[in-house]
T-cell receptor, first 112, second 112 residues
Framework: QKEVEQNSGPLSVPEGAIASLNCTYS??????FFWYRQYSGKSPELIMF????GDKEDGRFTAQLNKASQYVSLLIRDSQPSDSATYLC????????????FGTGTRLQVTL | SAVISQKPSRDICQRGTSLTIQCQVD?????MFWYRQQPGQSLTLIAT?????????ESGFVIDKFPISRPNLTFSTLTVSNMSPEDSSIYLC?????????FGPGTRLLVL
């Protein structure tokens, strides 16, 4: 069983719609959760992090965490073509010396 | 977040040779990480490099194949030794920031 799972996509949404990206993780000891965006040919860049159950909003992005269900999601409102990228979910477990475990990523395509 | 640079940005190498990748950070950091991202795949942690101690390698990666140096708090190198075409990948260094890891631009390696 993979430690961090994501649907590889591609997830296609029209411009202006809400994109919903999902991630599940297997280790209940996981404490911190991160979403990175990676454009083709570029390195990952941090979008958001979340530690507590519930929602965390930053501009058009909302991260949602449900530790009981071992589920974290990223919502992108008013999707733009510039949001087209691969979104990587990463999880950190306490006691692993800051090690991050990455999912395989979901490719998002925002269509005109 | 720290500014991270890597050299070279890309290279084409012959099998059996070795390549050393440099990672420079503009501020002192305790922990540096080396990742591999094979085509179409997510990030896989190779090793964690702490200044003044031996690097800690993840399962499936060994020091003879991927020797790492960490001479000071702003610099690290990763060597890919005795390369084969299977080593063709993007190699990324990252550093631990205030909340999570931040990535360098990556080194694109093609082994013929």
């Amino acid at each position: 069983q993979k430690e961090v799972e994501q649907n590889s996509g591609p997830l296609s949404v029209p411009e202006g719609a809400i994109a919903s990206l999902n991630c599940t993780y297997s280790d209940r000891g996981s404490q911190s959760f991160f979403w990175y965006r990676q454009y083709s040919g570029k390195s990952p860049e941090l979008i958001m992090f979340i530690y507590s159950n519930g929602d965390k909003e930053d501009g058009r992005f909302t991260a949602q965490l449900n530790k009981a269900s071992q589920y974290v999601s990223l919502l992108i409102r008013d999707s733009q073509p510039s949001d087209s990228a691969t979104y990587l979910c990463a999880v950190r477990t306490t006691g692993t010396a800051s090690k991050l475990t990455f999912g395989t990523g979901t490719r998002l395509q925002v269509t005109l | 977040s720290a500014v991270i640079s890597q050299k070279p940005s890309r290279d084409i190498c012959q099998r059996g040779t070795s390549l050393t990748i440099q990672c420079q950070v503009d501020s002192q950091v305790t922990m540096m990480f080396w990742y591999r991202q094979q085509p179409g795949q997510s990030l896989t942690l190779i090793a964690t490099a702490n200044q003044g101690s031996e690097a800690t390698y993840e399962s499936g990666f060994v020091i003879d194949k991927f020797p790492i140096s960490r001479p000071n708090l702003t610099f690290s190198t990763l060597t890919v030794s005795n390369m084969s075409p299977e080593d063709s990948s993007i190699y990324l260094c990252s550093v631990e920031g205030s909340e999570t890891q931040y990535f360098g631009p990556g080194t694109r390696l093609l082994v013929l």
